[in-house]
């Protein structure tokens, strides 16, 4: 640490910065707007428990410390953070055996456990599902934004679905009966809050991570933070249920939060507004589900809204994977049922969308329509276009043309585009020769092509040729070989004339595009084009392997003396290799903070050798 910023921290130290924390006391305005829709929790700090991870950029953005607070955890930090977050809820366990509980520990407010749809309950109507090992800390409001805060690990509440199977309340701890601990894996948290930040800096829509605490025996507290941690599922329950009055009020709670977030801009006052919802709703969930299709994010999306945000974004990080390559037969094993594809995300997503619909006219109306009543309802329409659009922009995006460039080209040259788009996905969808194989914690048939390696390797190959790049093509054994993917069997890896042939028209119709795009000078667009497409496209990929080994790796290494501050800086540096993505907005903290510092450069060099042997895998 230097001269400068060891001075500035012993001042915040002196001035104690951190009294915003203290807003975060568990009250939270859903308790008010739905009471019907949480129960409540009486909580006890801890008093244990170390910071193994601190999102200093995020808390910047939320207000809780100040725009010029270093990147270093200090005592007092510490400190706060530990008596705001390291809690464990006083369960019904704890309630009828009587447990003795310091009264100084126990918190003046109850917390909530929220209650929402889940299809992993036997009751399919959300009576007996929620929030079954967490708690919502509450909330914090800066620069016209309110943040919602969350923690999990915090104990097991009667909501979760161990506790409904056993009909009784159970023991913190226990794991008799599956989700029903109440705890949370430290490799768990660690994970989510690599990969959460990673998105964000993509600019993919996400709940992100605040804090971990490790508390020892390899479990912890992982808080979340964002404008809007409310679930589809948390509406849905009410309209499964027929409950028009706590749907209404839940809704028009999701919708005020929208708005004064200027997340929305709602301007009907009566029964409309609802309209207004579900027209916001689709556009978000077409946007956002047409960006995990192209980047390759598996995401398990279905009807019931359970592990998507209601505004469309990421949360529950346990089942998301960043592919490196389309392995869109990938299914993650949940032991009763597999999840969804990465090609089924498109129908999951318009379903919850439809839900929508039928939930808008029942709040319009009174009476409850079947859901198949929906399917083709304007804002469906609306959404299977909206999708499709985004999904062009996605992958001319990858490719590397800028803002411009892209509506240039889907308004003047559509036709051009289709048949790139057609050869394109030809390539990216195509699988292995063979079945589909078991994997940890799935089936997968792994994808034949790379095509992230093409859209890297064409602008760079064509920029070094100059003017003539029109007439030059790579060979086609060159680029066959570039796009086989690691999985190829020797049988795949044959160049027949068919593909000689697609490979050929490939490079013609790329070009044609640069040239569309480039207007009199083609040839001088390829240098940006290559740069950005070379960011998009990079080999520094976080697969959903290469995340559990990164991990892995570094608790091994926390074993054997790797410092809770080192595990920060490692983590910073993996999150800030991600910043730079073409036109994602970064925040001022972002913007004012240089990479972390590399420690341990023997571990974090064997860390990123790790994201590269599993650059094209699941």
């Not at 910071?51 to 808390?59: D, K």
């Not at 161990?162 to 159970?170: C, E, K, S, T």
């Not at 209404?248 to 997340?263: E, M």
């Not at 004339?497 to 001088?524: M, T, W």
Request: charged share 30%.
């Amino acid at each position: 640490m230097t001269t400068k910023q060891n001075r500035l921290q012993k001042s915040f130290v002196a001035e104690n910065f951190y009294t915003e924390f203290d807003r975060i006391d568990g009250q939270h305005p859903w308790m008010t707007a739905v009471p019907e829709g949480f129960v409540g929790y009486r909580v006890r700090e801890l008093r244990q428990g170390k910071i193994a991870y601190f999102n200093f950029f995020l808390a910047k953005e939320m207000g809780l410390i100040s725009a010029d607070h270093p990147h270093q955890m200090n005592s007092d930090l510490e400190q706060k953070l530990l008596s705001t977050f390291s809690l464990q809820i006083i369960n019904e366990y704890d309630e009828l055996s009587k447990r003795r509980i310091d009264p100084e520990t126990i918190k003046p407010h109850a917390y909530m456990a929220t209650r929402y749809l889940q299809l992993q309950h036997a009751d399919k109507q959300g009576r007996t599902s929620g929030d079954g090992r967490g708690i919502w800390n509450g909330v914090v409001s800066h620069r016209g934004t309110t943040w919602d805060v969350s923690s999990r690990g915090t104990g097991v509440t009667c909501l979760a679905p161990g506790a409904v199977q056993a009909n009784r309340p159970l023991k913190t701890g226990d794991t008799a009966y599956g989700y029903g601990c109440g705890q949370a894996e430290i490799d768990e948290l660690l994970s989510a809050a690599i990969l959460a930040e990673s998105m964000h800096l993509q600019g993919i829509a996400t709940e992100r991570v605040l804090c971990i605490i490790d508390l020892g025996r390899g479990v912890g507290i992982g808080v979340r933070a964002a404008p809007n941690l409310i679930r589809p599922a948390h509406l849905f329950l009410y309209l499964k249920q027929e409950r028009l009055d706590e749907l209404r009020r839940a809704t028009d709670y999701f919708i005020d939060r929208q708005v004064k977030n200027r997340r929305w801009q709602i301007k009907s006052k009566d029964s409309r507004k609802y309209d207004e919802m579900c027209a916001a709703v689709c556009e978000s969930f077409a946007d956002f589900t047409a960006k995990l299709d192209m980047d390759y994010i598996f995401a398990w999306l279905d009807w019931d809204g359970d592990n998507v945000l209601a505004d469309a974004g990421i949360i529950d990080y346990g089942s998301v994977r960043q592919f490196g390559i389309r392995h869109d037969r990938y299914r993650y094993d949940d032991v009763e049922r597999f999840s969804t594809n990465l090609n089924e995300q498109r129908l999951k997503a318009r379903l919850i969308v439809q839900v929508f619909v039928q939930m808008a006219d029942y709040l319009k109306t009174g009476k409850k329509k079947n859901i198949r009543s929906f399917a083709q309802h304007p804002v469906m329409q609306k959404f299977d276009r909206i999708f499709a659009e985004q999904r062009a922009e996605r992958l001319l995006y990858r490719v590397g043309f800028s803002t411009e460039q892209r509506a240039s080209i889907l308004k003047n040259h559509r036709g051009l585009f289709d048949e790139f788009d057609r050869l394109f996905s030809g390539f990216e969808r195509a699988k292995i020769s063979g079945a589909p194989q078991r994997v940890a914690d799935g089936i997968n048939h792994p994808a034949l092509y790379n095509m992230r390696n093409i859209l890297r390797a064409l602008p760079a190959f064509y920029a070094g040729l100059g003017a003539r790049f029109s007439e030059i093509n790579m060979d086609e054994n060159e680029f066959h070989s570039l796009m086989l993917s690691g999985f190829a069997k020797s049988r795949d890896a044959r160049l027949g004339r068919k593909h000689r042939d697609q490979i050929r028209r490939f490079q013609d119709i790329y070009k044609s595009l640069v040239k569309a795009a480039g207007g009199k000078n083609p040839e001088g667009l390829l240098g940006g084009l290559s740069e950005r497409a070379a960011k998009l496209n990079n080999e520094g990929r976080i697969t959903g392997n290469a995340l559990i080994e990164i991990v892995d790796e570094m608790l091994q290494q926390r074993r054997r003396g790797l410092s809770l501050d080192q595990v920060q800086k490692i983590i910073d540096r993996l999150v800030q290799e991600h910043v730079g993505f073409p036109e994602v907005n970064l925040s001022r903290p972002y913007r004012e903070t240089r990479k972390a510092p590399v420690v341990r450069v023997d571990l974090y060099t064997k860390l990123l050798s790790i994201v590269k042997e599993n650059r094209e895998t699941i």
